[in-house]
Nanobody, 126 residues
Framework: VQLQAFGGGLVQAGGSLRLSCAAS????????VGWFRQAPGKEREFVAA????????YYADSVKGRFTISRDNAKNTVYLQIYSLKPDDTADYYC????????????????????WGQGTLVTVSS
């Protein structure tokens, strides 16, 4: 599967963005998906995850309540809606996928994912 993340941009603090991760190549509904981010000079960190059907989601504590992950398997797309953006949210955001067939699991570790998209940059100005 090939992944493409897009939707980043320059936003003022307090604003909102919706990132998209579009998949091609295989049936996306067979994949669990995660979002990660990497700020300059920092390690890539987990942000949010969703299982294949969208019935289960999980968030890093740092984004809980402000980020919402969702998916539309008919469109082969996973979304990350971000509210109340903070300057600390500035980072490259990456989506990743793991083939799970019908398992309902989600995953939070980078090594759990086998496919990665390129990053989309989110810059939050204060």
């Amino acid at each position: 599967v090939q992944l493409q993340a897009f939707g980043g941009g320059l936003v003022q603090a307090g604003g909102s963005l919706r990132l998209s991760c579009a998949a091609s190549g295989r049936t996306f509904s067979s994949y669990a998906v995660g979002w990660f981010r990497q700020a300059p000079g920092k390690e890539r960190e987990f942000v949010a995850a969703i299982n294949w059907s969208g019935s289960t989601t999980y968030y890093a504590d740092s984004v809980k309540g402000r980020f919402t992950i969702s998916r539309d398997n008919a469109k082969n797309t996973v979304y990350l809606q971000i509210y109340s953006l903070k300057p600390d949210d500035t980072a490259d955001y990456y989506c990743a996928a793991r083939l799970v067939y019908s398992s309902s699991r989600y995953y939070t570790a980078r090594d759990d994912y086998h496919y990665w998209g390129q990053g989309t940059l989110v810059t939050v100005s204060s």
